[in-house]
């Protein structure tokens, strides 16, 4: 089992930024990909970020060039840097890892909220 906590979201205006992190306990050593998604209320779990532990990222291309995934193997956090944070941007963001065998495990959220 995997264990993620997140932190770091919170209110900002268009055009700031904000750092997400997560950290990550348990079974780490399985851990192959972590990633970030987020989900607006009616909406699906959409992916924003992820990063493998061989370091290749994948963006989805509303961020693709405002965000930057990273992450810390030795501290076992991944990180989520958000530049030009736009009012769409706004939903409640998790943190995701992904084993070898492609089971995956959520923290419990982190709002971000982009106000206009």
């Known amino acids: 089992q995997v264990q993620l906590v997140e932190s770091g979201g919170g209110l900002v205006q268009a055009g700031g930024s904000l750092r997400l992190s997560c950290v990550a306990s348990g079974t780490i050593w399985s851990i192959n990909a972590m990633g970030w998604y987020r989900q607006t209320p009616g909406n699906q779990r959409e992916l924003v970020a992820t990063v493998t532990k061989r370091g290749s990222t994948n963006y989805v291309d509303s961020v693709k060039g405002r965000f930057t995934i990273s992450r810390d193997l030795a501290k076992n956090m991944v990180y989520l840097q958000m530049n030009s944070l736009k009012p769409e941007d706004t939903a409640v963001y998790y943190c995701?890892?992904?084993?070898?065998?492609?089971?995956?495990?959520w923290g419990q959220g982190t709002q971000v909220t982009v106000s206009s």
């Open positions: 995701n890892a992904e084993n070898w065998i492609r089971e995956n495990y």
